[in-house]
């Protein structure tokens, strides 16, 4: 004999935790075209779906692992079976494709909820980010430009945005989102690092110190891994100040917290170098290449260390290493060709 | 096909760079000819090669035959005297006093080759810097390496964890790697080398498009040798066309003048006569099957020879030619001789065969 469920029974499964079990049961009470249709099945239909959508929100969605947002996906199935135009369904959803790296999935559903509410920011937001993850910034702007509009100056969509200014290497519009949203609230430590980050390469190593001295102490309570990229911004803006030591003793503290990084080696290198210290920059730049073997500035900077030694068969290949892991990098080739002759 | 031990390498990199010559700017009128192999550069007494007499015979633009119709009517005294003057003559032209490059070897005080200066020779100092980079890079093992006297070097490197096959054809299973070698003459040069599984014949394919020669070092030439590197590891070293070169190869008959061809090359490399290359090369047999057939290869013209089908693929010649190069056979060849026979096997696979362009005929 085959039991019969009702919704409450769903909800009460739902509740204990036991979510597939309630979504079997639901199932079964669904196959029943003549309950389905029914006034009060309805409500009780919207109840369970404001219910799923409550415990979803309750986790933080772009957080969750891809087994976690696999059966929360199956929940929101659920909802838009009987409501296939359900935004903020279709909205999670696309969040929890994102979580999947399931891009394509994830706009179908984001055009859908956007197609259904124009002025939710919620999936321009989302959809923005998505074309961010695909590499599509232009979309990913134009998303977010609008998400901007509705929401007005939203932290979080600030800093979608400046993200994706920073991929296109645009720091000042990056350095411009990031501050805005840092001064509304939102302080994300890698969104302050990227906000140092720009204001270092807009080229304003003065305005970044100062910054820096601003976010100390923000950054006094970073994990290790993003100290080490503080003091690596501060080393790096006052190396450029021409303040050998003071950078010096940065990009020390920078290492402390990060040994493995070869970046750190390789400025700490270059700061040697200034400081006319060639063995100590010579140790560092192969630190950095143990660390990275295809890391083509330091070998660049060693091979000015081993010319400084008139080592010139060394430099000479070092050089040339250097020109195949960065074509780009003439003056290894120009130095190759002068060594060569 | 064996690694060479790094230690090896290193070895015979520091004998490549001692014994590659010394490198010295000058001009014509700066070289005195004192006798047939006697000349003074700079006031150096030097020994001079038949190599070096020829360039510089070439520079002065004397021909070989009037070298020895000199000697012949006037006596080689006298015939040296007379070229001596004619470079004389030559070098008041300032036209014809171009800057040089003489490569002396200096601790036996022999001119080894006179090239123009607008050649910049690259030391194989620098050979080898620019060949570990590529050998580290891609973690290639060195299996041959050759030195010749007058310097020149050769490096063979396969990449063994790569491999392809060729269509569905059997047997045919193929590491690619790099051979770079350098000369005064050709400068550095980019190969594919090829090793077949199966019987670890190695072949130096230098008539692919991924080759690349570099007579000068400059920020462009460095680059697009580098490109050419890394277009080739892309594809696991394995040339473009290759694929078809060696179905082609396999579905087409060598003709006898390929057959023939071939078996001189080793006979003049190897000093092996006919007889003891069959074996690689079955020239006898083949000849005796025309015999039997009622031709006398012995009177055909080259012209007939390159018609005449023999019952050898193209492909097998290639794979005689290969065997025969890479591995020890009891007959003595030194590693540059075995370059040799490889680059001219990748050359047979390379050219247009004979059989090519024969016909079916309806009638």
Redesign the interface.
């Known amino acids: 004999m085959e039991i019969e469920y009702s919704i409450e029974d769903v909800i009460e499964e739902f509740e204990k935790g036991n979510s597939d079990f309630a979504i079997f049961m639901f199932r079964q009470i669904t196959s029943d075209k003549k309950k389905k249709k029914s006034a009060q099945f309805i409500d009780l239909e919207k109840k369970l779906a404001n219910y799923i959508l409550a415990c979803i929100h309750e986790h933080k969605i772009r957080e969750l692992d891809r087994t976690m947002s696999q059966k929360l996906i199956e929940q929101v199935d659920l909802i838009l079976e009987w409501d296939p135009h359900h935004y903020q369904a279709l909205n999670i959803r696309g969040m929890l494709y994102i979580n999947l790296d399931e891009y394509e999935r994830a706009i179908e559903d984001l055009s859908l909820a956007i197609g259904i509410e124009l002025i939710e920011d919620d999936a321009y937001v989302n959809r923005g980010i998505v074309y961010y993850e695909m590499g599509d910034y232009q979309n990913a702007l134009c998303d977010l430009d609008l998400a901007d509009a509705l929401s007005i100056d939203d932290p979080y969509v600030l800093f979608c945005r400046g993200n994706v200014y920073y991929e296109k290497k645009d720091f000042l519009s990056a350095f411009a989102d990031f501050y805005l949203a840092f001064e509304k609230g939102y302080s994300d430590n890698s969104m302050l690092l990227k906000m140092l980050l720009s204001k270092y390469r807009i080229g304003n190593s003065v305005e970044t110190y100062s910054l820096s001295e601003e976010l100390a102490a923000t950054f006094a309570a970073l994990p290790s891994l993003s100290l080490s990229i503080f003091h690596e911004i501060r080393g790096l803006s006052l190396y450029d100040m021409s303040c050998f030591e003071d950078a010096l003793e940065q990009i020390h503290m920078a290492i402390a917290s990060d040994m493995d990084r070869s970046s750190l080696y390789y400025h700490r290198g270059m700061i040697f170098n200034c400081l006319k210290r060639n063995e100590e920059a010579l140790n560092d730049f192969s630190r950095a290449l143990q660390l990275d073997k295809e890391y083509a500035k330091a070998y660049f900077g060693r091979a000015i260390c081993y010319e400084n030694k008139n080592e010139k068969q060394r430099a000479f290949k070092d050089y040339a290493n250097a020109f195949f892991y960065d074509p780009k990098m003439k003056k290894a080739a120009e130095s190759m060709t002068e060594l060569s002759g | 096909m064996k690694t060479i031990s790094h230690n090896k390498v290193m070895e015979f990199k520091s004998e490549a760079i001692n014994k590659q010559p010394l490198r010295v700017k000058g001009t014509m009128s700066e070289l005195d000819l004192v006798g047939y192999d006697q000349v003074e550069l700079k006031g150096m007494g030097l020994k001079m090669t038949e190599t070096a007499r020829e360039h510089i015979w070439k520079i002065l633009r004397i021909h070989k035959s009037m070298d020895k119709l000199l000697a012949d009517t006037v006596g080689e005294k006298n015939r040296d005297a007379f070229i001596n003057t004619i470079r004389k003559a030559k070098v008041t032209d300032g036209a014809n006093n171009a800057k040089l490059l003489f490569l002396v070897d200096h601790q036996n005080q022999i001119l080894k080759g006179v090239v123009k200066d607008e050649i ?1 020779l ?2 194989n ?2 050979f080898f ?2 060949a ?3 050998i580290d ?1 891609y973690g290639l093992d060195v299996t041959g390496l050759s030195l010749g006297d007058e310097g020149q070097v050769n490096i063979n490197a396969i990449h063994r964890n790569k491999f392809w096959e060729i269509g569905n054809l059997k047997d045919e299973t193929f590491n690619g790697g790099v051979s770079i070698s350098n000369d005064y003459q050709g400068g550095m040069q980019l190969s594919s080398f090829l090793n077949r599984l199966v019987c670890s014949n190695g072949l130096i394919a230098t008539k692919f498009s991924d080759t690349f020669k570099m007579t000068k ?3 462009k030439n ?2 697009q040798f ?2 050419s590197v890394k277009n080739l590891a892309a594809r696991d070293f394995k040339p473009v066309g290759f694929s078809e070169k060696v179905i082609k190869a396999h579905h087409t008959s060598a003709s006898l003048r390929e057959m023939e061809s071939a078996s001189k090359f080793l006979t003049t490399l190897s000093g092996v006569r006919d007889s003891g290359l069959e074996k690689w090369v079955p020239l006898l047999a083949t000849e005796n099957r025309f015999r039997e057939h009622g031709v006398r290869t012995g009177k055909l013209s080259a012209a007939k020879k390159k018609n005449a089908r023999t019952g050898t693929t193209v492909w097998e010649l290639v794979n005689g030619m290969t065997h025969f190069a890479t591995h020890d056979n009891g007959i003595h060849l030194n590693q540059i001789k075995r370059d040799e026979i490889q680059i001219r096997a990748g050359e047979l696979l390379c050219k247009d065969y004979d059989m090519n362009n024969m016909v079916e005929s309806p009638f």
């Open positions: 910049q690259l030391g100092d620098t810097s620019l570990e980079v590529i890079k070092m400059s920020p460095v680059h580098y490109s």
